[in-house]
Nanobody
Framework: QAELVESGGGSVQPGGSLRLSCAAS????????MAWFRQAPGKEREVVAR????????YINPSVKGRFTISIDIIKKSVDLQMVRLEPSDTAMYYC????????????????WGRGTQVTVSS
């Protein structure tokens, strides 16, 4: 009965790929802003990618731009994060979140969160 449930995390070697998926409940899926965040131990939680449905734009963190892609699956009611050419610095817990219409950057402004899925990149 969770509102957001992440899946697809795991351990890969540098240069590998993973596809994360976030399944949303009916009410949460109707939110205009869906996002992926990540947090490594001892570091601040940071936005990875945001998807604003009404505005039709996406934001990709410059540190992962060209390697990560965010998308919405209207059939599965999920928000996916495709990650390629993964690097050790990508190692973190990845969280899915839903937020207000202005689709902010700050984690504190998001209303709904999943429990996270771990991504580990090492040789």
């Amino acid at each position: 009965q969770a509102e957001l449930v992440e899946s697809g995390g795991g351990s890969v070697q540098p240069g590998g790929s993973l596809r994360l998926s976030c399944a949303a409940s009916e009410d949460v899926y109707r939110r205009q802003c869906m996002a992926w965040f990540r947090q490594a131990p001892g570091k601040e939680r940071e936005v990875v990618a945001r998807f604003y449905k009404t505005g039709g734009w996406q934001y990709i963190n410059p540190s992962v731009k060209g390697r990560f892609t965010i998308s919405i699956d209207i059939i599965k009611k999920s928000v996916d994060l495709q990650m390629v050419r993964l690097e050790p610095s990508d190692t973190a817990m990845y969280y899915c979140a839903a937020g207000p219409n202005w689709c902010p950057t700050a984690p504190s402004q998001y209303d709904n969160w999943g429990r996270g899925t771990q991504v580990t990149v090492s040789s």
